[in-house]
């Protein structure tokens, strides 16, 4: 339909003018000046991104402002994440994640980006030979069970901590926190580290490996 209207539009424009040239060259200026007027101002919203914040009711945003704790975990990291080490954040993400409330960002996954020098697992997204581990470990963890099997795959991916993100919606995991580290912390193999505002780090100590091993 827009296509068809702008081939109609355009060849009606041609045609006026091309006729008001003939009667007088200036109209034929004029005529395009005020459909070039009126052309820009119909489509003003379109450019401005007004008729989509219309439409889909999106809030104006001059930009997100990424809380300064993701940054302040990522240099906890640097001194205290052991080559060969990972982390495991929770909850999962599905390519995007949601804070609307917190920071007001809907969108793509950003942990990999802040934390991209060091390794982690934040979502099971990607389908490859580990997909079905990472979803059993996620899948564990949204039903707090945090067993035998648990801890196996936490050895398994070689996780060091947990990275509790208490500013995502996704799953309404923001309000259920609380709950999900109390239950966490009754397996003596997780202590809590630190917490920076809403995120919470969770150390993995396992308790299979020899004392001499453990402090690794």
Not at 55 to 76: A, D, F, L
Not at 100 to 126: C, E, K
Request: proline content about 4%; hydrophobic content about 35%; overall charge positive.
């Amino acid at each position: 339909v827009v296509m068809t209207y702008s081939i109609l539009a355009s060849v009606s424009i041609n045609s006026i003018y091309r006729y008001l040239s003939n009667k007088k060259h200036k109209y034929g200026y004029y005529f395009l000046i005020f459909s070039t007027f009126i052309i820009l101002v119909s489509s003003y919203p379109l450019v401005t991104g007004g008729y989509i914040q219309s439409v889909y009711s999106i809030t104006k945003s001059g930009g997100y402002i990424i809380p300064k704790t993701y940054y302040e975990i990522e240099e906890y990291f640097v001194d205290n994440l052991p080559p060969g080490k990972r982390f495991l954040k929770i909850p999962k993400s599905e390519g995007y994640i949601s804070t609307l409330h917190a920071w007001n960002y809907y969108g793509a996954n950003i942990t990999p980006f802040i934390f991209s020098q060091h390794s982690n697992i934040s979502s099971n997204h990607i389908k490859n030979s580990s997909y079905t581990l990472v979803d059993t470990l996620y899948r564990k963890a949204a039903r707090n069970e945090f067993d035998k099997e648990f801890e196996m795959l936490l050895r398994m991916f070689n996780v060091k901590y947990l990275l509790l993100d208490g500013y995502i919606e996704n799953e309404r995991f923001d309000a259920i926190v609380p709950t999900f580290i109390n239950q966490l912390l009754q397996n003596g193999s997780f202590r809590p580290v630190k917490s920076f505002d809403k995120l919470y780090l969770i150390e993995y100590i396992d308790n299979s490996l020899p004392e001499h091993i453990k402090a690794y």
